[in-house]
């Protein structure tokens, strides 16, 4: 997704973690709802209200939405009035007893509000290969899987993260408050978005798988 422009889109992010994703897009111009358990909505909310000055008000909105509960997907449908253009999912299967709720929403989401696209990525470097496995037959048996990128992503000696293809991410800065900065320069627009998130992370080696959902 490049920058907003006169398209702006409605996203829903799930398991947005620290919310750099679903930060970056909304500093892009999009709209997105970051949904998280409910006991790592303060860690999000924290990093949304550090990136005021990136993201228009408004554009970045959280709640909580447990994965497979039918009210908390109605509730965030609801949140965006029923318009879902996009769902994305970052570094959310590394568990294999989490894996058939997310489908479970993944598929919930599809059905109700027919996104143009639904994008998966997850890391294959921390070797949770049962994960991994049941993600693979549970999505393949709802969605055709696309997978335009498959790289590597490593960390170089000056500690910068190398991304094949079209992805370019630099390393973290030190951020007040014991945070961080992450800067994506996104390809449709060549332009660079820093966005803080609230706790620091350290950079590993990684394989990266990114898939695109399209329901059967």
Known sequence: LGSAGDSRLHVVELGAGQGLVGLTLAALGH???LTEHESALPLLQGSI??????????????????????EDIQAAISTLDG??????????????????????TLRSLATRCAPQRI????????????????FDKLAASH?????PLQGRVCEDEGGGRQVPNDAHVTAPESGGLGGRHDSVTTPSSDTTTTVATASPSRLHKASVSLYYLEPL
Not at 52 to 66: C, F, K, P, Q, Y
């Open 143 to 147: 969605f055709t899987l696309v997978m």
């Open 31 to 33: 709209f997105v709802l």
């Open 49 to 70: 209200a550090a990136n005021t000055d990136a993201v228009e008000a408004g554009l970045a909105v959280s709640r909580a939405l447990g994965w497979g509960i039918s």
């Open 119 to 134: 994008v998966v990525a997850f890391d294959r470097a921390i070797g949770r290969e049962l994960a991994y496995a049941e």
């Open 83 to 104: 318009k879902v253009d996009v769902v994305v999912c970052a570094d959310c299967v590394y568990d294999v007893s989490l894996v058939h709720p997310l489908v479970q």
